[in-house]
């Protein structure tokens, strides 16, 4: 398994999905490299599963918020002729406030399908109990 780290902003509020009763939210990442009239951006699609996608973390998933992504990478050929990134997320870690310097605002995520009950909050799903939600908390 090939596995990709990486850092940027998301580049929109992350949506909620229901595929085959698993819970899965997408969203895209900008990631920065070069510099002056060298810089460029590449965007990631990024894909978190399962119950990680059922907490309170896509509340914070909105455009603008720093995070660090890991996962599997692989590559989508849509029918534009178009390569895109796409990463099947292991791990997701809110690094730092906005780039405009508010903290993130919890929000509901918005939602293409209607969601299935999760069979409500648990230690599983208390994205509270995270040190590094506790810390980014602090921060802001």
Do not use: H
């Not at 090939?2 to 850092?7: D, K, Q, S, W």
């Not at 895109?84 to 509901?108: F, H, M, S, T």
């Not at 918005?110 to 040190?131: I, L």
């Amino acid at each position: 398994m090939n596995v990709l780290t990486a850092t940027g902003n998301l580049g929109q509020d992350c949506k909620t999905n229901t595929v085959s009763g698993t819970a899965v939210v997408n969203f895209s990442v900008a990631m920065k490299s070069g510099f002056g009239d060298k810089e460029q951006t590449v965007w990631l699609d990024c894909a978190l599963w399962g119950k990680a996608a059922e907490g309170k973390l896509p509340g914070y998933l909105v455009k603008g918020q720093a995070v660090a992504v890991s996962g599997e990478l692989s590559t989508f050929e849509a029918d534009n002729g178009k390569t895109y990134l796409k990463l099947r997320c292991n791990n997701v870690d809110l690094i730092g406030k906005k780039e405009d310097g508010q903290a993130p605002q919890q929000r509901q995520p918005a939602q293409t399908q209607p969601q299935q009950a999760t069979g409500g909050p648990g230690p599983e799903n208390d994205f509270d109990n995270v040190p590094f939600a506790k810390l980014n908390a602090l921060l802001a």
